[in-house]
């Protein structure tokens, strides 16, 4: 049977509520957790293979592990609700429909790292979840769960729910941490790393919705069963957004093993108007995009990577046989240059660029070295920047161009 | 927040009273400058100039400082809006499903170019990145609301629902 | 101390100094724009990267610091190519408008592109259109076209000022920098953000197509306008004067000095020099009160001046030194005041307003040398008068010939119908100095100052610290250096000692004064030395 674990309430009447929660067994890993010493659920943790399910899929445990020991003072634990990567709704359900799941994550979790203030960043168009959240919150610390003393523990806990204001950059870390400092989304220079020097000059660690939603699962049951859902590298379920042109957008929380044929034509329920599969673009837009051959391959960290672009965000894009690509790119471009925050030079003027070059290629202006210059200027610039907000650019920008480059040949008019 | 006078922007003691708890959240004041600037326009409905100032002196900050953080977000209004604000997304997911077509409906119906407000201040229309909304592309957000999939047939019958 | 190899050179260096700064004290220079060692590290430009280790990606020099071991390679094919991509996208963007931008000749982006872009250009699309000639200040004019967002501005106004007047507004390939609409940026130190912007972005309003930046000449000097001696350039335009309606002296900039004033100066400092080529420069010599002055040569005027200093007993003259003084004039108007047995001699007249002074730079002194008129000895002697005593005493027609050094007496915190008073009872008026004013105009004889940009000398800046100016210009008309002046008096009066240079009377300075002993202008090279511990109050 299917294993579910972050998405089995959804379809319950109020599941965002406590009541719903608790009768489902809901804060039962909790109790499990304070029972434990803080480093031992840092340790379950690194067991159960969770790695970071915001886009970078870097292991959690192991990050948590990065708090230097020993540390007075403040920790915190941020936990970046700012979704924002192109084809990614994940979060948002969470948040809708079992906002407690992350609130006992949340506990658990500052409880192993010895936070006691946690910060929800909430990307700000996102009203009606917050609003749910805030809900929850409140149930949550009347019911005990938040505030001092939980359950008996002794751990306290203070949770501030923290609004963004539109700007996708603040999803990256550092980027966040600045945001909800009062400023700018410029990300920080690394060094200092937030879990050494992060939010207000403090060890910080900032985890995705789904990652610590996961958390209470890992305490419940066990870290060897969560590793078994998943492959050797990474443990769990996951849940895939998937969009565009197929008959049954949704969210679908599957095992990380599972491939990218059987995520859109079983369970997304294929393409619609019997049209065929162009292309599909695996973890959100920054992955590198995969042509309709390319779809056999599972859908976890690593078997992206190999297959050349990335799991990310697990916002799967699937473009039928009408879709013009140059266009496709000239819209992801788009949306590049107007989020880059500015900060660094190479995002900041290339990604105007690019959207430029791209726009008049559309247009049926392009010249025929626009695409040579369009991947020399992306792999000039990858890796050269602050944050890995230009990589995700280079991503689309260069596999658009390199698996469909005679599509944007055919619209540059010959000499 | 009551404007008194041309160039004035004062909150009231209650407002106040909120700025206070806010910054007393944080373990620097400033960093509730993203929700002070949130309730601010919320009680004005954009930002002006007069509450950037104003804000900033709430937080011991430069004007320069407040006035970088209110231009880097995209939710930040600093000039009057309509009583409805339709953003339409135009990422990629939307705009394989139509989205251009639905900017192109709410313009003719609404006969405003996209960054326009209505004549009747009725209604500002905007195209914005990615929502994060993508199984119900295309689709839009209408304040507070997320709506879509959008067709002529339901964009007619939200925007009716529009006072 | 941790020690590293770069581009194959050892070395070794405190613990936490930046990669950057390890290849600077090797002389090697890592292309930067928005790295200031002033400033707070801000990563953006991307240009200062280099190799480290194995690390497969170059990393910027500014925010890595040097860890026992490190092997960093400066030069590398890798190096080359990321630095020449980081040039382009520096430049896409950029109005190329060198032909007329002021920055032109000292533009970090014409050099770096000479050394490490030569690229071919490639972007034929409309660039970002930004506001030009923007004037930010009294001081200052914004191009935000040319603008390369390195942030050093908005940190020197955030970190050095802590003012904050400037932003980077707005976001992405838009973002640009500014200040809050309505406002100015007018704070003190405001010319500093031109001097760190490291191309044609901030502009000086008071050197806007001025002059090209290669007809300038450099002279090392410090700046006159207080106390605390910040080390300066004076950067004079000798060959197209035309250029600039003959004004010889173009513009000061900031010299570095890690003790005294590091990379900054004041815009008192800074704009401060107009005196210089000023209408009110006394060129020549004059005898005669008012209407009836008239100019004479020095031939001349020196034997009527010695005259009038022998004709008067020792307790009828008076001598007002000036803390705007060298050192080197200071000590040859010591000599020949004890050679005539003077003991009315001071150097101190309050200002008509206290001076401001802060924490950063600027003191309330206004004086470049009053700490070397206290040292050199130019108080009263013997029971002497001093400066409002010697002034009481003219009005009482008890002194009745007074030498004053450029002091504006009538300007000063006394009431000016007393002095003037004073000043008009006087047998003989001398007035020397660079620039007239209102003791110039009731002087029986005027003797012409060289500024302090138009001969060589040393101040002793408040902290007791000797530092050396140089000579940038040559004097506007017969004007020569106070202690020529003095020299040549002292000459016609018997005075046995004879310079013939600055360096003559710093030496006879250095052997007869205890705190200057030891000193020379060799000695003192660019960086002065403190001889006088202003704490302990003694020798340092």
């Not at chain 1, 660094?344 to 025929?368: L, N």
């Not at chain 3, 130019?378 to 027609?397: F, I, K, S, T, V």
Request: overall charge neutral; aromatic content about 8%; charged content about 25%.
């Amino acid at each position: 049977m299917r294993e579910r674990l972050l998405t089995g309430n959804f379809h319950l009447p109020q599941s965002h509520t406590l009541r719903v929660y608790r009768e489902t067994g809901g804060y039962a890993g909790l109790e499990k957790a304070f029972a434990l010493p803080p480093a031992a659920i840092t340790e379950e943790v690194k067991k159960s293979n969770l790695r970071g399910l915001g886009g970078a899929g870097f292991p959690t445990g192991i990050k948590w592990g990065f708090i230097p020991k020993g540390h007075q003072g403040p920790i915190y634990l941020v936990i970046n609700a700012d979704e924002g990567e192109p084809g990614t709704f994940k979060d948002r359900y969470l948040l809708e429909k079992d906002p407690h799941s992350l609130i006992e994550g949340m506990i658990i979790s500052a409880y192993a790292i010895g936070a006691h203030v946690a910060f929800i960043y909430v990307r700000g168009e996102y009203v009606r979840p917050w609003r749910i959240l805030r809900q929850a919150v409140e149930e949550a610390y009347a019911a005990g769960f938040l505030g001092r003393n939980i359950l008996g523990s002794g751990f306290d806990l203070d949770v501030v729910i923290h609004r963004g204001a539109g700007a996708y950059i603040c999803g990256e870390e550092t980027g966040l941490i600045s945001s909800l400092e009062g400023k700018k989304g410029w990300p920080k220079l690394k060094p200092p790393f937030p879990a050494v020097r992060g939010a207000f000059g403090a060890p910080t660690i900032v985890n995705n919705v789904e990652t610590i939603c996961h958390v209470p699962h890992i305490m419940r049951r066990g870290a060897e069963w969560f590793a078994g859902l998943g492959t050797n590298t990474q443990g769990g379920t996951r849940m895939y957004s998937v969009s565009g042109h197929v008959v049954r957008p949704g969210v679908y929380e599957l095992p990380v093993s599972v491939t990218l044929r059987t995520l859109i034509y079983e369970h997304a329920g294929g393409l619609p108007n019997g049209r065929g599969l162009k292309a599909v673009v695996p973890g959100g837009s920054s992955a590198a995009i995969l042509r309709a051959g390319e779809i056999d391959v599972t859908m976890d960290v690593d078997g992206l990577k190999n297959a050349g672009t990335m799991a990310g965000s697990a916002g799967v894009i699937v473009m039928d046989d009408t879709v013009s690509i140059p266009e496709a790119l000239m819209v992801v471009a788009r949306f590049y240059a107007h989020e880059s925050c500015g900060q660094c030079t190479p995002c900041r003027e290339s990604t105007g660029w690019i959207f430029k070059m791209a726009k008049r290629i559309v247009e049926g202006k392009g010249r025929k070295e626009d695409l040579d210059t369009i991947l020399d200027v992306a792999r000039r610039g990858a890796g050269t920047t602050i944050c890995a907000f230009y990589d995700g650019a280079v991503g689309p920008y260069i596999s658009y161009i390199e698996k469909f480059r005679e599509e944007f040949e055919a619209l540059i008019p010959r000499a | 927040m009551s404007v008194a006078g041309a160039g004035t922007a004062e909150l009231t003691p209650e407002q106040l009273a909120e700025v206070r708890r806010l910054q007393g959240l944080y373990p620097d004041k400033r960093a509730a400058l993203l929700p002070v600037l949130q309730l601010a326009q919320d009680a004005c409905g954009y930002i002006s100039l007069e509450t950037e100032a104003y804000v900033a002196r709430l937080f011991d900050l430069s004007p320069a400082h407040v006035h970088e953080v209110v231009t880097f977000y995209t939710l930040f209004f600093r000039e009057p809006k309509g009583r409805h604000v339709i953003s339409v997304c135009h990422n990629l997911t939307c705009h394989l499903l139509g989205a251009e077509d639905a900017i192109a409906h709410l313009k003719a119906r609404l006969g405003v170019e996209v960054g326009g407000t209505t004549k009747d201040g009725r209604v500002t229309l905007l195209s914005v990145e990615c929502l994060c909304a993508c199984e119900m592309a295309p689709m839009m957000q209408v304040d507070d609301r997320y709506e879509g999939p959008l067709t002529p047939e339901t964009i007619d019958r939200i925007l009716e629902g529009l006072q | 101390m941790p020690k590293l190899t770069i581009d194959g050179r050892e070395s070794e260096v405190p613990e936490g100094t930046g990669v950057i700064e390890a290849a600077r004290r090797l002389g090697i220079e890592v292309p930067h724009y928005c790295y200031h060692p002033g400033l707070s590290i801000a990563g953006q430009c991307r240009l200062c990267m280099v190799e480290i280790g194995n690390n497969p990606r170059p990393q910027i020099a500014c925010n890595t610091q040097v860890v026992e071991g490190m092997v960093v390679r400066t030069e590398t094919p890798k190096v080359l190519e990321t630095r020449q991509a980081i040039m382009e996208f520096h430049l896409i963007n950029h109005p190329l408008d060198c032909p007329v931008c002021d920055q032109a000749g000292e533009c970090w982006l014409q050099i770096y592109y000479m050394k490490h872009g030569l690229y071919e250009p490639r972007m034929v699309d409309e660039k970002v259109h930004k506001p030009k000639a923007v004037p930010l200040g009294p001081h200052v004019i914004l191009d935000a076209e040319r603008c390369i967002l390195c942030s050093r501005c908005v940190r020197f106004c955030d970190e050095i000022t802590g003012t904050g007047e400037l932003g980077i507004f707005q976001r992405g390939d838009h973002s640009e920098i500014g200040l809050f609409p309505g406002r100015e940026l007018a704070n003190p130190y405001s010319g500093n953000v031109v001097d760190i912007c490291p191309v044609g972005a901030l502009t000086d309003r008071d050197f806007r197509f001025a002059v090209r930046v290669w007809y300038l000449e450099t002279a090392k000097s410090i700046c006159p306008g207080c106390s605390r001696g910040c080390n300066i350039a004076v950067h004079s335009n000798l060959r197209r004067p035309h250029h600039d309606g003959g004004r010889r002296v173009a513009r000061l900039k900031p010299r570095y000095h890690a003790e005294v004033n590091r990379w900054w100066i004041c815009d008192a400092g800074r704009y401060g020099y107009k005196f210089v080529d000023d209408p009110s420069r006394v060129r020549f010599p004059t005898r005669g009160r008012g209407d009836a002055a008239a100019e004479v040569g020095w031939d001349e005027i020196v034997p009527l001046i010695a005259g009038q200093l022998r004709r008067y007993q020792p307790g009828e003259i008076g001598v007002l030194a000036s803390p705007q003084m060298a050192n080197e004039d200071l000590f040859l108007l010591r000599r020949l005041v004890d050679h005539l047995g003077l003991a009315h001699v001071d150097f101190r007249v309050p200002p008509s307003r206290p001076g401001d002074e802060d924490r950063i730079l600027i003191k309330a002194d206004k004086n470049p040398n009053r700490r070397g008129a206290e040292l050199i000895g130019l108080g009263p002697r013997d029971g002497g008068l001093d400066a409002r005593g010697m002034l009481r005493a003219a009005r009482e027609r008890r002194i009745k010939c007074l030498w004053v050094f450029h002091h504006d007496l009538l300007a000063s915190a006394w009431p000016e119908g007393e002095i003037r008073e004073a000043l008009e009872s006087l047998e003989c008026l001398l007035f020397q100095g660079s620039n007239g004013n209102g003791v110039r105009l009731l002087a029986h004889y005027v003797l012409p100052s060289a500024a302090w940009v138009e001969r060589e000398g040393t101040f002793t800046n408040f902290e007791g610290r000797v530092q050396r100016f140089w000579k940038a210009v040559e004097p506007l008309g017969a004007a020569r250096a106070d202690w020529e002046i003095v020299a040549r008096i002292g000459e016609a009066l018997g005075l046995s000692f004879m310079p013939d240079t600055g360096e003559d009377c710093f030496k006879a300075l250095a052997a007869t004064v205890p705190a200057f002993a030891g000193l020379s202008y060799r000695e003192l090279r660019d960086t002065g030395r403190l001889v006088w511990d202003c704490a302990g109050r003694g020798p340092a």
